[in-house]
């Protein structure tokens, strides 16, 4: 199975500051098909998992653009440019690539 | 507007079976695969599932903690996926999520819980 490992697990940020949230898998997520199928979920307090960036970098519909993705291969980053008070929740890594699909153990934002 | 909403959680005894629901609309379901996760209370997000749409068979894929126990089933003129759960275990308690899947897991539901214990 591919094991994702994101870092940090909390991150205390100010608003308005940026976060960084890093996912290294343990294999290539580069499907072969051509595409890596690398997601990042938010999951607000009390609320289900929301799809913010798929394929490494894509912005779902309504995404604001404070939040990019980047990434190849094993090691992937999710950045929010200015962290606002909604962004308050927990953010996963999700790979689908192959299955069993995997997800990250979650991180931590919370404002400072 | 796409709409999915989990349905069928319940108190349910070890060794017990459940069926849940996924219903959707707005959307032709058809066209899109299903995939089912987890989250045990105060836990992490845990894939249990996924079923193809028939285009491309419309066939399934477990995670090995519930493989052939869960079977997971579509029909495709109610919009509506379904989630088998039998012989269940008190480490199946968990919410549990219906996604929609077309290369990317979009659209979430609200998940419906589902508590076994004696």
């Known amino acids: 199975d591919v094991v994702m490992t994101q870092t940090p697990l909390s991150s205390p940020v100010s608003l308005g500051q940026p976060a960084s949230i890093s996912c290294r898998s343990s294999?290539?997520?580069?499907?072969?098909?051509?595409?890596?199928?690398l997601n990042w979920l938010q999951q607000r307090p009390g609320q289900p998992p929301r799809l913010l960036i798929y394929?490494?970098?894509n912005r779902f519909s309504g995404v604001p653009d404070r939040f990019s993705g980047s990434g190849a291969g094993t090691e992937f980053t999710l950045n929010i440019s200015r962290v606002e008070a909604e962004d308050v929740g927990i953010y996963y890594c999700?790979?689908?690539?192959?299955?069993?699909?995997?997800f990250g153990q979650g991180t931590k934002v919370e404002i400072k | 507007e796409v709409q999915v909403v989990e349905s069928g959680g319940d108190l349910v005894q070890p060794g017990r079976s459940l069926r849940l629901s996924c219903t959707t609309s707005?959307?032709?379901?058809?066209?899109?695969?299903v995939s089912w996760g987890r989250q045990a209370p105060g836990k992490g997000l845990e894939w249990v599932g996924f079923?193809?749409?028939?285009?491309?068979?419309?066939?399934?894929e477990y995670a090995a903690s519930v493989k052939g126990r869960f079977t997971i089933s579509r029909d495709d003129s109610k919009s509506i996926a379904y989630l088998q759960m039998n012989s269940l275990k008190i480490e199946d308690t968990a919410v549990y999520y219906c996604?929609?899947?077309?290369?990317?897991?979009?659209?979430w539901g609200q998940g419906t819980l589902v508590t076994v214990s004696s």
């Open positions: 996604t929609r899947y077309g290369g990317r897991p979009d659209y």
């Open positions: 999700t790979q689908a690539t192959q299955f069993p699909w995997t």
């Open positions: 707005g959307f032709n379901f058809g066209d899109y695969a």
């Open positions: 079923i193809r749409s028939k285009t491309y068979g419309g066939t399934t």
């Open positions: 394929k490494i970098s």
């Open positions: 294999q290539s997520l580069v499907h072969r098909d051509g595409d890596t199928y």
